[in-house]
T-cell receptor
């Protein structure tokens, strides 16, 4: 696609529910990143894929968070048993090559609100 | 203390003014320095990317890195209302350079 597409744009859920956030990167981009951005803060790294392989998940806050990219394109970030502290903007970004070269292309984000 | 500090603003200047935005950091291992611009309700977009110390110029934008002072700056000349946005600095170490550490962003307002 023309840009990084994320869905849903807005998700309101009740505490304890599971949510799945989807990211469709720019066509042909090898690397895909998930970030979380709190209001008034910079993005916080969560995890990163090259093709379908999860290269680094050290930023995932706990084991309720998981991500996959089974076919090396679309990725899903899943949060199980959501808590209020999970409320944030979740941003996906992609880049062209396997090695990071400085430019990340970000999507518009999925804003999660946990009640 | 955060690894990267950035004044949140807002910074309000008249159109045409020179704008100076800056970040300080504590990790001397940072080698890659970036400035991203983020419009309201949009994702960040890369403006400038520099490696190590020195200056880099691109049109109206100049990025400066002073590693000895652990201080980076972004200058915008002839500022325009369309430059109104939040500007985020980001940086990373050489060997894990995809793990960007971000500042909180400075909100810039250019008044016509």
């Amino acid at each position: 696609g023309a840009g990084v597409s994320q869905s849903p744009r807005y998700k309101v859920t009740k505490r304890g529910q599971d949510v799945a956030l989807r990211c469709d990167p720019i066509s042909g981009h090898v690397s895909l990143y998930w970030y979380r951005q709190a209001l008034g803060q910079g993005p916080e790294f969560l995890t990163y894929f090259n093709y379908e392989a999860q290269q680094d998940k050290s930023g995932l806050p706990n084991d309720r968070f998981s991500a996959e990219r089974p076919e090396g394109s679309i990725s899903t970030l899943t949060i199980q048993r959501t808590e209020q502290r999970d409320s944030a903007m979740y941003r996906c970004a992609s880049s062209q090559g396997e090695r990071y070269t400085g430019e990340l292309f970000f999507g518009e984000g999925s804003r999660l609100t946990v009640l | 203390q955060k690894e990267v500090e950035q004044d949140p603003g807002p910074l309000s200047v008249p159109e045409g003014a020179i704008v100076s935005l800056n970040c300080t950091y504590s990790n001397s291992a940072f080698q890659y320095f970036m400035w991203y611009r983020q419009y309201s309700r949009k994702g960040p977009e890369l403006l400038m990317y520099t490696y190590s110390s020195g200056n880099k110029e691109d049109g109206r934008f100049t990025a400066q890195v002073d590693k000895s002072s652990k201080y980076i700056s972004l200058f915008i000349r002839d500022s325009q209302p369309s430059d109104s946005a939040t500007y985020l600095c980001a940086m990373s170490e050489a060997d894990s350079n995809y793990q960007l550490i971000w500042g909180a962003g400075t909100k810039l307002i250019i008044k016509p």
